[in-house]
């Protein structure tokens, strides 16, 4: 993306030296970056989006390049289900189902309410709803997201993750690991929460970024949930 990118930058300027608008050599500053590449694709949003509980920072790969993902959990009164919204693709509705039923199979360990479930229906929201989205990987940010609702601990805002997830909580590798380091790098996030087999794939990350994040290797998903989620608040003495 990068060097598609750079390419964008060098052929405008070499046009404009070749119609004469301007002369070499040239001064490629801020602003002539934006008149040839446009507006900011990149938003360091995540610690305004993940303020509440409820809400986890994902990664993904677009035909772009890599993006960062937020999934935002909510439940409300009503027929107990999951409702799963934003385009979403079969294998990642599956993923939003393996979630729900992990969290609820688990919910002494998180520190959830018995009853946290009862006539309760979950809502799963994935944004940018126009854009097609599918895949496994967003198995981890999905747990987390409703971890974090049901546990009312918010998600770190530094933290990204990605990760397929299964009903016994192992976190299974994933692609795209350059291009989503590198999306998490840009929206300004300096963690990154990844599946212990995709260890090696950060041998493809450029040296300056792996040295300027820190990254986390999971197993399971419980070593996820150890990193992304804010300490629990411990009550005042009285």
């Known amino acids: 993306q990068l060097e598609r990118e750079l390419g964008t930058l060098l052929r405008k300027t070499a046009t404009q030296i070749a119609s004469g608008e301007k002369q070499a050599p040239v001064a490629i500053d801020l602003d002539a970056v934006r008149d040839a590449l446009g507006r900011q694709k990149h938003f360091q949003e995540s610690a305004i989006r993940t303020a ?123 692609g795209g690991v350059k291009q989503k380091v590198l999306a998490a790098h840009a929206a300004g996030l300096t963690e990154v929460v990844l599946p212990e087999r995709n260890r090696g794939d950060l041998d493809d990350v450029p040296e300056e970024v792996r040295e300027a994040m820190k990254f986390d290797f999971a197993m399971t998903i419980d070593e996820v949930l150890g990193v992304a989620l804010e300490p629990e608040s411990i009550p005042a003495a009285a």
């Not at 002494?108 to 895949?135: L, N, T, W, Y």
């Not at 747990?143 to 990605?162: E, I, Q």
């Open 52 to 174: 509440v509980p409820g809400v986890a920072t994902g990664l993904a790969v677009t035909g772009a390049g890599g993006d960062v993902l937020f999934v935002e959990a909510t439940a409300m009164q009503g027929k107990p289900g999951l409702t799963l919204t934003g385009q979403l693709g079969d294998v990642m509705k599956e993923s939003g189902q393996i979630a729900l039923s992990y969290v609820r199979g688990h919910a002494d360990e998180f520190g959830i309410e018995p009853d946290a479930f009862h006539g309760q229906e979950f809502h799963v929201h994935v944004p940018a709803g126009a854009i097609p989205k599918d895949g496994p990987s967003a198995g981890v940010t999905m747990v987390t997201a409703l971890a974090s609702l049901l546990s009312g601990r918010p998600v770190k805002h530094t933290v990204g993750m990605t990760g397929e997830v299964t009903l016994q909580g192992r976190v299974l590798p994933i």
